[in-house]
């Protein structure tokens, strides 16, 4: 049996997408309406993934039996793109719905928690206990900071996440208002969040990354979605 993320309901809606304060591939904003979906209310851990190795045999990635990576509620690094979607397909095969990647907008959504054009998940300023100070040898645990608006954790911070989309850098120049998923091929996977190997651990909502997609990082780990089922 799946040992399968918790998940927090994110209800669909409008919001404000991109920021015109960031870098050039964050503007410019633009309105964008997603459908109600789950996401993991925090990044996958070894833990979770340790299932998933164990079940399908898969590699595990570097990193896995070091010290300072190991930790059962440490996120899960050093996977690719193919591997976090790997994961999303064996959840959808041994549990209950889709599961996948986030969607930069659902991503962006879910992080922002329900507030508009704020430059922190939390509004003006991260909560004062958000990010651990000093050297840092791995990423800390998940959970240990504060809750957005909708519930989840560690937003914007620990680890880059990997997303559904082909990344483009103007992609917001004629991206569809609803739903979005990204430019229809490229060379980079989208991703989001900070990093615990930055001299600055944190990103903005709106702040873009992206990686081939064969490349793996002692900084990228995901977040997984489940999609709302839907209604007769």
């Known amino acids: ?9 994110i209800p669909g809606g409008c ?7 960031g870098r050039a591939d964050e503007a410019p904003v633009h309105r964008v309406e997603v459908s109600p979906f789950e996401i993991g209310r925090t990044p996958v851990t070894n833990a ?3 299932a998933f190795i164990s079940a399908t045999r898969m590699q595990p990635p570097p990193w896995w039996n070091e010290p300072a990576f190991s930790a059962s509620d440490q996120p899960v690094v050093g996977i690719n793109w193919f591997e976090a979607r790997a994961y999303t397909r064996w ?6 719905g889709i599961w996948r990647l986030p969607t930069e907008s659902e991503w962006e959504r879910a992080v922002r928690g329900g507030l508009e054009q704020q430059p922190t998940a939390w509004g003006d300023a991260l909560p004062p206990t958000e990010l651990p100070e000093g050297h840092l040898d791995g990423p800390w645990i998940v959970a240990c900071g504060t809750p957005n608006g909708f519930g989840l954790l560690d937003a914007g911070t620990i680890v880059h996440e990997w997303c559904l989309d082909w990344y483009e850098p103007d992609y917001y120049a004629g991206s569809p208002e609803h739903c979005p998923r990204g430019a229809h091929r490229g060379r980079r996977r989208s991703s989001r969040g900070g990093s615990w190997r930055h001299k600055v651990r944190w990103s903005s909502p709106a702040a873009r990354s992206s990686l081939p997609p064969e490349f793996r990082y002692s900084d990228y780990g995901f977040r997984v979605v489940r999609e709302a089922a839907r209604r007769p």
């Open 15 to 21: 919001f404000l997408m991109g920021s015109e304060t």
């Open 48 to 50: 979770e993934y340790a």
């Open 1 to 9: 049996m799946a040992r399968s993320p918790v998940l927090m309901r």
């Open 91 to 96: 959840l959808s095969r041994t549990t209950h």
